[in-house]
């Protein structure tokens, strides 16, 4: 390719796509708007505690075969730190608690075994759970069941069982309500994470931030590769000379030619960018919606608890995530915690204040050790359109990675790669485009 790549877009989608095709000896142009990559996942330096923070703490897997396969080749997978086997803390109001911790079997008895170990788990969960397993092997079961709410009463799982596991998984993993979110991308998030490979369940979180995970890393990467990363650059429109773009007009008004180009950003931008290169009649887009995160950093002057991570029942968060108890003594000066709140339409209108009076509520109504505590600090995390809306419609509608424009591809974690908006599923659709380009562009 004698002119090289353009990749629009510097979030994990267009990294991923950019740093593979650089890696296959392609010249690339990396195009991002703001002043730093990440798209959607970047960091902060928060000002009262001196952490550098995410916008929101990313909950990565050992099924994350892409993206780890995304950081080794920046050289930063060190800086995720996976649990030694799948354990998750449940909480509840007055300090109720259970625990989920698997014993070190294959997958998915180690699941099964650490499910039955629960306090929870009683004769008529354990049967539901084996019907769901059975239901998960056999599509003939489960396909007739479109949102996650039908597939469970299809299956019968007991009240219990679905507040533990289906709904706080469907949430963290499809940012929907199991009322409206689809099943058989849930399915795919259950046979991936948990019914293969035990090692395959594993959570973990980034001990560095987001931003030192990817940054300067990928420039350097580029460029050692002859290729660049463009800061505070936009386009402006492709030049198309019959079923092909040979440029990529920036704003400024710049022209840089291309044998290809990747599009790495969301969907309303990427529409809007069609629409100024008169091919929105060629290449259409469907509306997919959006579903916010909420998310909840929390500092206090020392440890309260050896969780790690945490899911909550009955508040106003789903989750806890324990940051330090992921990182080494010295790695952090105080305890901080981040606590999660996905498909968060119902806080939407809620003042910062009360978001943090009621992520201060959920900690000592479920840590009661913490009542006599008061944070030192509090950061607020509001993403409006975190990921698009994970309704079967919606899931229907995703478009694919190659368009009527021979050489056009599209990323993003919305384009339509079988996984969840995840992280996973933006590198996915990088690398699924960086191959397309190689083979068709």
Known sequence: ?????????????????????????????????????????????????????????????G?????????????????????STLEITYRGPDGWNDKLKCPSLPGPFHLLAGLLRMDSIGVKETLALLRFGTALRFPRITEK??????????LKQPTTLTDLMWNPITLSALNEHPDDADAALLITVLRQGFMGNAGNSRMGLPVISLSDLHGEHVTRFLQERGGRVLFHSRVNQFH???NAINAVELTT?????????ITAVPEPNLRELLKRSGLVDRIPLPSLGASPILSVYLWYERPFSHDQICCLLGTHYEWILHRSNFM????????????LASAAHGQQKMSRQALIRAAIEDVRTTYPQTRSLAPLSACV??????????????VRNR???????QNLFLAGDWTDTGLPATIEGATLSGHRCADFTIVYG
Not at 253 to 261: F, T
Not at 328 to 339: A, I, T
Not at 399 to 405: K, N, Q, R, V, W
């Open 63 to 83: 099924c994350y075969h892409e993206t780890f396969a995304l950081l080794r080749r920046l050289g930063t997978d060190r800086g995720v730190r996976l649990q």
């Open 328 to 339: 080494k003594p010295g790695e952090h000066k105080h305890y901080c915690v981040c606590l």
């Open 240 to 242: 198309v000379d019959k």
């Open 145 to 154: 069941a479109k949102t996650v709410s039908a597939l469970c009463r299809r």
């Open 253 to 261: 008004g710049e022209s840089i030619p291309c044998d290809a180009c």
């Open 1 to 61: 390719m004698e002119s090289g790549v353009v990749v629009i877009g510097g979030g994990f989608a267009g990294i991923a796509a950019a740093t593979k095709l650089a890696e296959a000896g392609i010249r690339v142009t990396l195009v991002e708007q703001k002043s730093f990559l990440g798209g959607r996942a970047y960091s902060i330096r928060d000002r009262l505690s001196g952490d550098r923070i995410d916008n929101g703490q990313h909950l990565l897997m």
């Open 381 to 394: 995390f509001w993403e409006p359109r975190a990921t698009f809306s994970a309704t079967p419609q919606n």
């Open 399 to 405: 478009p694919g990675h190659m368009t009527s424009l």
